[in-house]
Nanobody
Framework: QVQLVESGGGLVQAGGSLRLSCAAS????????MGWFRQVPGKEREFVAV????????DYADSAKGRFTISRDNAKNTVYLQMNSLKPEDTAVYYC???????????????WGQGTQVTVSS
């Protein structure tokens, strides 16, 4: 069982930065791949980034490449999403998720946080 709690969302101007954190409970955190997803009302949940259990592999959505960086600290049971050069279209609720496989599809993840709102003003 893994419980996830996101933090770090907020309101930022276009071009600004935010760092999201996702704190996990449970001793098996290091066994899971961790993903970040986002969702806006009326749309499906969208993949943003994923990191392998060791942190050695990462993957990003095209919209995130070059601007976002996913990282993890297994000693702290925490995964991060550093978001730079934010755009208004990045506005969404951001969710972290834990799953057994290094995948981009939300169905691969069995544990989800409650989400944190990111709003980027133009």
């Amino acid at each position: 069982q893994v419980q996830l709690v996101e933090s770090g969302g907020g309101l930022v101007q276009a071009g600004g930065s935010l760092r999201l954190s996702c704190a996990a409970s449970g001793r098996t955190f290091s066994r899971y791949a961790m993903g970040w997803f986002r969702q806006v009302p009326g749309k499906e949940r969208e993949f943003v980034a994923v990191i392998s259990w060791s942190g050695g592999d990462t993957d990003y959505a095209d919209s995130a490449k070059g601007r976002f960086t996913i990282s993890r600290d297994n000693a702290k049971n925490t995964v991060y999403l550093q978001m730079n050069s934010l755009k208004p279209e990045d506005t969404a609720v951001y969710y972290c998720a834990a799953g057994p496989l290094f995948r981009a599809h939300p169905r691969s993840y069995g544990y989800w946080g409650q989400g944190t709102q990111v709003t980027v003003s133009s």
